[in-house]
């Protein structure tokens, strides 16, 4: 899937980057550059950045189980929350709770009657 800026195209990243800590100055900067270059004509190398003010955001989305539940998802998608409950071994209530957070945050996908992780990698970078 690509998305289209001006006459430049972005393309929708395989990775999710995500940030703690970092200013929305900074973010709104790189993201204008990016804008300006795509309306250029200009590739412009997709990011998908989800941002966290504080750590302790971050620890509230992304929880132990909440990780093994993407992990699982990465190698085996499901055709359903109840069929994820079941492999993972968890009650239904909490998982469908664990998929609302994870797809708020953009990190599952629920399309084509199947839930999976929305990218193939998530990296981490912590502002001190």
Known sequence: MSIFCGRGRLAVADDIKVTVGGS????????????????????VQPER??????WEGLASVMTGERYRLL???????EPSVSALARHLGRHLRRVQED?????????VDRSQGMV???ADRISVGIEL
């Open 24 to 43: 929305l100055k900074d973010d709104l900067a790189a993201f204008r550059s990016a804008w300006v270059r795509a309306e250029r004509g200009e590739h």
């Open 49 to 54: 950045v989800l941002a966290f003010e504080s």
């Open 71 to 77: 992990r699982h998802l990465h190698a085996q998608p």
């Open 99 to 107: 998929i609302r957070a994870l797809e708020h945050a953009g990190l």
């Open 116 to 118: 999976r992780a929305a």
